[in-house]
């Protein structure tokens, strides 16, 4: 079956430490790989996706994200964490079949402490 | 540019009682469309999307329905709500491609 799993429920972080956000995948073929962060009571907000080229890929707020193909992985990084990261943060992988669907990961919780 | 509408963003609702959710979508024609909800604060779980006017897949049987009577029109809706149905419920759109999904501000349903 196509799946993403985020391993972490909850990854804690001091402000100003590397921040790491982990998500392996299970699809056929070339994936389409999302993140997406969510604030309290609010929508899911794009921060980045790799469709194809670079293995890493910058996105908003500071984040990148670094495709390993080998280890089927697509975790979420930041350099040095602000307690304003704190939220929910989704992986998806796009159906490889149907691609109009999007497969969403459970969601790690971030906590950033000052 | 491209903006999607949600409405309303929070609602408190009767077991028994009717639901109608809508989703609108400006700045694009021809949009695939999703409803997602999220319960508890976690897990996202698709429950219909729609690539035209009138087509509907629904993705786990429930209590729900949804319809697309316009081309940028999503509507979510129960006849009679239960308990269970309460959550966060998300909207999105996407270009046939798949690489670009954009999410409304979503709804809180609460039924009681």
């Known amino acids: 079956a196509q799946s993403v799993a985020q391993p972490e429920d909850q990854v804690n972080v001091a402000e100003g430490n590397p921040l790491t956000v982990k998500c392996t995948y299970s699809?056929?073929?070339?994936?389409?790989l999302f993140w997406y962060v969510q604030y309290p009571n609010r929508g899911l907000q794009f921060l980045l996706k790799y469709i194809t080229g670079d293995n890493v890929v910058k996105g908003s707020y500071g984040f990148e994200a670094e495709f390993n193909k080998s280890q089927t992985s697509f975790h979420l990084k930041k350099p040095s964490a602000l307690v304003s990261d704190s939220a929910l943060y989704f992986c998806?992988?796009?159906?490889?079949?149907?691609?109009?669907?999007?497969?969403f990961g459970t969601g790690t919780r971030l906590q950033v402490f000052p | 540019s491209q903006t999607i509408h949600q409405w309303p963003a929070t609602l408190v609702q009767p077991v028994g009682s009717p639901l109608s959710l809508e989703c609108t979508v400006e700045?694009?024609?021809?949009?695939?469309l999703y409803w997602y909800r999220q319960a508890a604060g976690r897990g996202l779980q698709l429950l219909f999307y729609?690539?035209?006017?009138?087509?509907i897949s629904s993705e786990v049987p429930q209590n729900l329905s949804a319809s697309r009577p316009q081309d940028r029109q999503f509507i979510l809706s129960s006849k009679k709500l239960l308990l269970s149905d309460s959550g966060f419920y998300l909207c999105?759109?996407?270009?046939?491609?798949?690489?670009?999904?954009?999410f409304g501000s979503g709804t809180r349903l609460t039924v009681v």
């Open positions: 999105a759109w996407s270009i046939g491609t798949g690489d670009s999904y954009t």
């Open positions: 699809v056929s073929g070339n994936p389409y």
């Open positions: 729609s690539v035209g006017i009138g087509q």
């Open positions: 998806a992988v796009r159906h490889p079949f149907n691609t109009d669907k999007l497969i």
């Open positions: 700045g694009t024609s021809n949009p695939n």
